[in-house]
């Protein structure tokens, strides 16, 4: 555990935790690496503090692994791989406000660009000061959130061309649906944006690495694959859905864990938890798990379990921001400060990100995102403990 300024803090920390392999991170890289096509460039996706597990961390063990670039959503985020030393090419996605540009120069940053009018900023910057900024125009192939139409984007890749202060890079787009069973949208994306990519072509410009393709497209679009392809699920061993292809060995990087901070004895007609939903049938025995969903947890009612001794203990009425009560009558070797896997392996049990979005009504990637701050992360396998 470390405080804001990297100095070590010197109290123990809370008993629940997120607790990331680092060693299983690199052997996803090292699976996906064999997996991919020869000459593939893999970049590693590490916005939102790589899905919850640590930017500087994953970033650091993705570029050992032969990743060639990283990619943020914000000038923080971008700032926060610069002040560890990571001297990697690091890709922004999304837009720019004209006051966050110094900073993206002095970060020695490349940017997303979907729009004349950023062109023209980041030129006139970039200009005055001497440099050449490194571009990646952003394509809208269907998604209608950032970007030049498919149909208009070598407009704006010629007037990029010709502005001083700026150095084309890079082409690149978004799937919207690359992971589900019906490709026929994202079909109709890779046709977008290949027409786009020769037309820049065949106006006689270097459209440099062109890259579509997260990490359903990676998995099940290899005609999609291009020079990069940008990872942020997959690497952490989570896959963006049950259809997609699975590469063997692959396994989830992160796990949730918790204590037992109380076991107890309940009576019939007792009551659990807030707003009356759970009253014990008959003679219980109950653990309180000392976190909640003010910790990122789905806010569930008799819904869902967690692993206590290798055995799946139900979650019992509605679960608080600090606190969540499972039933234990069926594992009566549990006692205080057991170990609890909330997200993950315990035994032969699994509990996984897919699980917990059903329970939470949302997708894999909201449960991972949603882990707070106030969850220590602890590294496995190559990491300090922060
Ligand atoms: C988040 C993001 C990715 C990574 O997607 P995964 O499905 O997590 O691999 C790739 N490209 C863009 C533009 C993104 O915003």
């Not at 607790?19 to 020869?38: C, H, K, S, T, Y």
Request: charged share 20%.
């Amino acid at each position: 555990m470390s405080d804001a300024t990297g100095q070590p803090i010197n109290r123990p920390t809370r008993p629940a935790w997120l607790e990331v392999d680092l060693g299983q991170l690199a052997e996803n890289f090292r699976l996906i690496r064999a997996d991919a096509p020869a000459g593939l460039a893999i970049g590693s996706v590490v916005k939102d503090a790589a899905y919850g597990h640590g930017a500087v961390e994953v970033a650091r063990v993705a570029l050992c692994q032969g990743a060639t670039c990283l990619l943020v959503s914000n000038l923080d985020e971008a700032a926060e791989l610069r002040d560890a030393g990571i001297t990697a090419p690091v890709l922004l996605m999304g837009e720019r406000m004209e006051s966050e540009l110094p900073a993206c120069l002095e970060l020695g940053l490349s940017l997303a660009i979907g729009n004349a009018p950023a062109a023209e900023g980041a030129s006139r910057l970039a200009a005055a000061l001497g440099q050449a900024l490194p571009v990646h125009v952003k394509i809208d192939t269907g998604m209608s959130r950032y970007g030049a139409r498919w149909d208009a984007a070598l407009g704006l890749v010629e007037k990029i061309v010709a502005l001083p202060g700026l150095r084309l890079d890079g082409l690149f787009s978004h799937f919207s649906m690359s992971d589900e069973m019906d490709k026929s949208f994202a079909h109709q994306q890779i046709s977008r944006f290949r027409a786009a990519c020769s037309a820049v072509e065949r106006a006689g410009l270097e459209a440099g690495c062109r890259h579509l393709c997260n990490s359903g497209g990676f998995l099940d679009l290899p005609q999609a694959h291009l020079d990069m392809v940008r990872l942020g699920l997959l690497p952490l061993g989570v896959y963006p859905s049950s259809v997609c292809r699975r590469i063997d060995g692959i396994h989830p990087v992160g796990t949730l864990k918790t204590r037992l901070a109380a076991v107890r004895d309940i009576h019939r007609g007792d009551n659990v938890g807030y707003g009356l939903h759970y009253q014990a049938p008959g003679e219980r025995r109950i653990g309180v798990l000392p976190l909640g969903y003010g910790d990122g947890y789905p806010r569930v009612r008799n819904a869902g379990h967690v692993l206590v001794r290798g055995k799946r203990a139900p979650i019992i009425g509605a679960n608080a921001m600090d606190s969540t009560m499972v039933d234990v009558t069926g594992i009566p070797e549990a006692v205080a400060w057991d170990e609890v896997v909330l997200m993950g392996q315990q035994g032969e049990c699994e509990i996984t990100a897919h699980d917990l979005a059903a329970w939470k009504g949302t997708v894999s990637y909201e449960v991972l995102t949603a882990w707070r701050s106030r969850l220590p992360r602890v590294y496995l396998n190559g990491g300090a403990v922060h």
